[in-house]
């Protein structure tokens, strides 16, 4: 009921284009078929460019979070080489394990030595912020600013992270650059945000004497998100794994997109896994690229993220221009059309009023249209039509007498195919009665033959039914020959469902049968046709093979050339073109074998067919390859 009201809404928009005259019918299939092609190819230009532009935005964005990896693997590696070298110096580790309590001499000679080269060691790299060495070793005097007691940094957040991992490193982000003793620098910076590299020092192995701590500012470390030069459109931030966010405070790009932290933070967990990549998001109807990396030493997340409403305003505002123009153009050259119409097909109205007079039984009449083209040719057919029309009249009644003969005589003519197969039968039986197996074994062939050529339902039979049609045919064949044709069939019965076009074999067959057996009275033999198939990749390759005359080499190659060579125009030739040149092929002339070649490739692609291999005097071995399909399990 619901789809009725649409079905006459249909009837009646198709009925009011009919009504139209043809110079409205032609001008609003002028708009469609020039208008809407034009704007749809446009909106693909534009969806191609936008992708293109996509793709160069990220790889540019790709190309900045791969240059500040380059940066944080250097300062990576400076930290670590400046906490090993730090810790290196036997005399730093005997000084935090100390048993007694140094005097004013040791320790100058430590100060002077010891510390002073730690100081040129973080001095020597700019970047780095602190050496610092915590001991709880209460003997020991700490040096400002290189060794200092671990009771200073109880309270902080790693601090009892780091003596639980036994050694190994912990990165940890800080929004403090906290001093340990505020006393020594009262105007100390502290509202700086940094990562340190922590590690426990045992000395020896497995006993604790102190914590390594390197600093270094996150304005130095990572480059491109403190001073990268991009801030209106786009900005990097720097995520931990407390889900932290580090940015660059001058920065103007939350402020002018209206995205916050927490909107960035949302959309890196919905998008984001541990690697690099990018994803899309939206906030406030402002498309958003976000660009991504994730550092697994700091178990850290650096992140760009660029606004893409200007890029699409800019994209959509020139695709608009253009589709405008497009409309404005073909408007113009529509109305042109309209009026040039007008005047071509009048001729045409002219021809239709003659029509009329014809359709009202008027058949007497001659009319001259002057000029070319398709009205004037048009004109011309329609004058010989109405002379023809007068001689068929007077023809028609005795055409309808000959017909209805002609019917009688086809009904007389008609056999039924049940009749041969039941006359077949009768043969084999009487010839079963005087005895004759020869003959009846040759009825059974001949009429099994029959049935498979009258009964053709499908282009397609599984394999083994073409085997069957084949065995009927050189069972004929024996008879016509004297029992001289064999045939060996090694085909595994997993194959033998497989699907094949009807008839494709039996003319391969019958070539090695006529032409194989073409030996000279000296060399005649009997003739072995076998067959075999093997499964390559997804193809099903058959071979069939005699050992009759063969061919030379430049044969066998003219004769593939035959195979596979096209006709001209034969994108056009239909199924049932390459079924009647069966008809017409020669002896000798490779027809058969060509027409198999082009019905394999019409039914299954040009990566398939024939291809004949040969040895004079040894034997000739057609290669046959189609897509390995099971008729009852499909692909395989």
Do not use: C
Request: glycine fraction near 6%; aromatic fraction near 8%; charge should be negative.
């Amino acid at each position: 009921m619901l789809n009725r009201p649409r079905m006459i809404s249909r009837e009646t928009i198709i009925y009011k284009l009919e009504q139209l005259s043809l110079q409205k019918r032609l001008f609003i299939s002028y708009i469609l078929i020039l208008l809407l092609p034009s704007v749809l190819i446009s909106l693909y230009i534009f969806q191609e460019l936008n992708d293109n532009y996509m793709k160069d935005i990220i790889k540019k964005y790709e190309n900045t979070l791969e240059i500040e990896r380059v940066n944080m693997n250097n300062n990576i590696e400076t930290m670590e080489r400046a906490a090993q070298l730090s810790i290196s110096d036997k005399e730093v580790l005997y000084y935090l394990e100390r048993t007694s309590e140094p005097n004013a001499t040791e320790l100058i000679e430590f100060d002077t030595t010891v510390v002073s080269n730690i100081l040129r060691l973080q001095f020597n790299n700019p970047n780095i912020e602190h050496i610092r060495l915590f001991s709880n070793n209460k003997r020991i005097n700490e040096l400002w600013p290189v060794i200092m007691l671990e009771r200073r940094i109880q309270g902080d957040p790693w601090y009892e992270k780091v003596n639980s991992l036994d050694g190994q490193e912990l990165w940890y982000f800080d929004r403090m650059d906290r001093e340990p003793i505020r006393s020594l620098v009262p105007d100390a910076k502290e509202s700086r945000p940094k990562l340190s590299l922590l590690r426990e020092i045992e000395y020896p192995a497995g006993r604790h004497v102190g914590i390594m701590q390197v600093d270094m500012l996150l304005t130095n470390f990572f480059q491109g998100v403190f001073h990268g030069t991009d801030t209106s459109q786009s900005e990097m931030f720097v995520i931990d794994g407390e889900g932290k966010m580090f940015r660059n405070d001058a920065s103007p790009f939350l402020a002018n997109t209206g995205l916050t932290e927490t909107d960035i933070r949302s959309a890196l967990n919905q998008h984001v896994t541990q690697g690099t990549g990018h994803f899309l998001f939206n906030h406030d109807k402002t498309p958003f690229l976000g660009n991504y990396m994730y550092i697994e030493k700091l178990d850290a997340y650096v992140v760009n993220v660029v606004s893409l409403k200007n890029v699409f305003a800019d994209i959509n505002k020139t695709r608009n221009k253009l589709i405008m123009v497009n409309v404005i153009l073909l408007a113009i050259l529509s109305i042109s059309t309209y009026f040039l119409n007008a005047l071509i097909l009048k001729k045409l109205h002219t021809l239709a009023h003659f029509m009329k007079r014809v359709r009202q039984g008027d058949f007497n009449f001659d009319f001259t249209i002057r000029g070319g083209g398709e009205v004037g040719e048009l004109a011309h057919h329609f004058r010989k039509m109405l002379k023809k029309i007068n001689s068929l009249i007077a023809e028609a009644v005795t055409k309808q007498a000959a017909s209805k003969e002609a019917e009688l005589r086809t009904l007389k003519n008609q056999i039924d195919a049940h009749f041969l197969y039941n006359t077949l039968e009768n043969i084999k039986m009487l010839a079963e009665i005087e005895n004759q197996p020869v003959i009846s074994d040759a009825l059974t062939s001949l009429g099994g033959m029959m049935r498979y050529n009258l009964k053709w339902t499908s282009e397609y039979v599984r394999l083994k039914d073409e085997l069957g049609h084949i065995t009927n045919y050189i069972a004929i064949m024996n008879v016509r020959f004297d029992h001289t044709v064999s045939l060996q069939i090694n085909i595994p019965p997993d194959y033998l469902d497989q699907e094949l076009l009807k008839m494709s074999l039996q003319p391969i067959v019958e070539n090695s049968v006529k032409h194989g057996m073409k030996f000279k009275p000296s060399e005649a033999r009997d003739i072995v046709i076998s067959i075999k198939a093997e499964v390559i990749d997804s193809t099903i390759v058959i071979e069939i093979e005699d050992n009759g005359i063969g061919m030379t080499a430049e044969m066998a190659e003219g004769l593939n050339r035959k195979i596979s060579q096209e006709d001209a125009g034969s994108s056009t030739i239909v199924k049932r073109d390459v079924y009647a040149q069966q008809e017409k092929q020669t002896e000798g002339s490779g027809i058969g074998l060509r027409n198999v070649h082009q019905r394999i490739q019409l039914f299954y692609g040009t990566e398939y067919g024939l291809f004949v291999e040969s040895r004079e005097g040894a034997y000739t071995r057609v290669i046959m390859r189609v897509p390995y399909f099971i008729l009852s399990g499909g692909v395989t």
